[in-house]
Structures are given as C-alpha cells and as structure tokens.
C-alpha cells in the first residue's frame, strides 16, 4: 500500500510536470515564450522523478532511506509548484529553481551510493 502511494505520488510530480506548458497556453503571447532555462529545469526534474523511481523500488532501501526519499519528492513538488507559477518562469527565480534541483540530485547521488554500499 505504501509503494502504491509513493507511486500516485510520483505520476502527480509528472503530470505538474506535463501540466505547465498547458497552463501557459491561456498567458498571452508575449509572455509564453519558453527559455531554454525552464526546458533544463524540466528536463532535470524528470530525471530527478526517475531517480526516485530507481530508488523507491531498490530492494535495499531502509524504512529511513525511503523516507528521505520521499522528503526529496516534496522539496521537487514544490519547485514544480514554482516553476508553474507563470511570473516566476524567468529571471532570478529560475536559476534559484535551477540551484535547488541541483541541489536535489546530489542528494539523491549520495543516497543512491549508499543504498548501493548496503549491498557489498
């Protein structure tokens, strides 16, 4: 049961995801444009989604790994949250989005390593 939440969790991140660029389609034209910036940043939290994904399903993980795993989830929802916000697709906000993805990855490396250090 609890891998079936973390799963509708994970496809409610995607569809955020896949939700932004329809929600834009009502900004007028001007302000639609989409810079290579937020197409990083999507692209960074899909492969941070996967990453979850990857981990969530390792027979390794420990009841405290999949629970960081899960505040990571968090912490990327709300940046997608962000990210959705149409006055906040460009500019400083963009690269403090772009800092915390980051940010989010590396997490995700570090914990990914140790999951795989259980296993020797």
Known sequence: MRRAA????????IMTAV??????????????TINQGLVNNLGMVSGITADIYALINHKKIS???????????GQTGAVM?????????EGWQQLKQHRQLLDLKKQLAELKKQIEGNQH
């Open 81 to 89: 949250q962000q990210m959705a916000a149409i006055k906040e697709i």
């Open 6 to 13: 973390m799963y509708a969790i994970i496809t409610a991140c």
């Open 63 to 73: 009841a405290g790994q999949q629970q960081l795993v899960m505040t990571i989830l």
């Open 19 to 32: 939700c932004v660029p329809a929600q834009m389609q009502d900004v007028p034209a001007r302000t639609v």
